[in-house]
């Protein structure tokens, strides 16, 4: 299995940025992507972007796309997702997690999993 770590969560006015990193340690060959995630108080986790680890494709939620950017730094084994225009609605803690599916689908489909960061974004 891979082990991730988040950072770079914090609190913010609407309209702000934040940038989070994922950084993967262990067995980064076996994994194909990289998920970001996120669960707002009182709902379910929800996808927010994820990206291909080698070739570097990625994939947005509609309630992101043009707000949000998913990158990745191979030579450090690290995943940022950058924020901005933040919302209040995009409070919730933000988890990354790594897949062995070639095109993940579902929750599911991510083995290894981090801890998780807080974002909070006041209006």
């Known amino acids: 299995q891979v082990q991730l770590v988040e950072s770079g969560g914090g609190l913010v006015q609407a309209g702000g940025s934040l940038r989070l990193s994922c950084t993967a340690s262990?067995?980064?060959?076996?994994?194909?992507?990289v998920g970001w995630f996120r669960r707002a108080p009182g709902k379910e986790r929800e996808f927010v972007a994820f990206i291909y680890w080698n070739a570097g494709g990625t994939r947005y939620a509609d309630s992101v796309k043009g707000r949000f950017t998913i990158s990745r730094d191979n030579a450090k084994n690290t995943v940022y997702l950058q924020m901005s225009s933040l919302r209040p609605d995009d409070t919730g803690v933000y988890s990354c997690?790594?897949?062995?599916?070639?095109?993940?689908?579902?929750?599911?489909?991510?083995?290894?999993w981090g801890q998780g960061t807080q974002v909070t974004i006041s209006s």
């Open positions: 262990g067995r980064t060959s076996s994994y194909y992507t």
């Open positions: 997690a790594a897949s062995r599916v070639r095109i993940p689908t579902t929750l599911g489909d991510y083995d290894s």
